[in-house]
T-cell receptor, first 109, second 114 residues
Framework: SQQGEEDPQALSIQEGENATMNCSYK?????LQWYRQNSGRGLVHLIL?????REKHSGRLRVTLDTSKKSSSLLITASRAADTASYFC?????????FGKGITLSVRP | GAGVSQSPSNKVTEKGKDVELRCDPI?????LYWYRQSLGQGLEFLIY????????KSGLPSDRFSAERTGGSVSTLTIQRTQQEDSAVYLC????????????FGPGTRLTVL
């Protein structure tokens, strides 16, 4: 069964706006990761946040983790057309990484 | 250094035929994973190799699917007697150390079963 579930399923914004994507999960985790996928091919790792961390930044990316609510959010600030892609959260637990179904982000120029 | 590579990039086969998909992980990565992704869907875990340990085959959908990892490096995913529902993109990833570390993905093999 899916561990991480992303919300919304699809998001369309204007270039320059911020994009917020959410992920909820059900069981205890060691870490939570966000990946991006372009054109239905390989995934690219964006950021990893450990279970004892609450917030992490990487460039225009900001990830938060609330283990009490079993949820995470990925914020992309000042979005660009090149950010158009599918974004997946993945939960690391029990020697395995389990991926959600993904969010399709469209950034309009 | 080179990333994860997969071959072929595309494979079209007829129903009932066997196919082999290959994955070359990043050198030194002890963990290797196979996933399947159907159109517009998330990643479905298939199998996981870690060092010399017995692989975790819990995600293989049927006994028509098998995988090997020779010499702790290259892996081959074999699908026997392919069915149309096997059509998908098959992704390979590798990581250093524990299974829930950052995974590095290959570009995938798009399999189409006619």
């Amino acid at each position: 069964s899916q561990q991480g579930e992303e919300d919304p399923q699809a998001l369309s914004i204007q270039e320059g706006e911020n994009a917020t994507m959410n992920c909820s999960y059900k069981t205890s985790i060691n870490n939570l990761q966000w990946y991006r996928q372009n054109s239905g091919r390989g995934l690219v790792h964006l950021i990893l946040i450990r279970s004892n961390e609450r917030e992490k930044h990487s460039g225009r990316l900001r990830v938060t983790l609330d283990t009490s609510k079993k949820s995470s959010s990925l914020l992309i600030t000042a979005s660009r057309a090149a950010d158009t892609a599918s974004y997946f959260c993945a939960t690391g637990a029990n020697s395995k990484l389990t991926f959600g179904k993904g969010i399709t982000l469209s950034v309009r120029p | 250094g080179a990333g994860v590579s997969q071959s072929p990039s595309n494979k079209v086969t007829e129903k009932g035929k066997d196919v082999e998909l290959r994955c070359d992980p990043i050198s030194g990565h002890t963990a290797l994973y196979w996933y399947r992704q159907s159109l517009g869907q998330g990643l479905e875990f298939l199998i996981y190799f870690q060092g010399n340990s017995a692989p975790d085959k819990s995600g293989l959908p049927s006994d028509r699917f098998s995988a090997e990892r020779t010499g702790g490096s290259v892996s081959t995913l074999t699908i026997q007697r392919t069915q149309q529902e096997d059509s998908a993109v098959y992704l390979c990833a590798s990581s250093l150390g524990l299974a829930f570390n950052e995974q590095f993905f290959g570009p995938g093999t798009r399999l189409t079963v006619l």
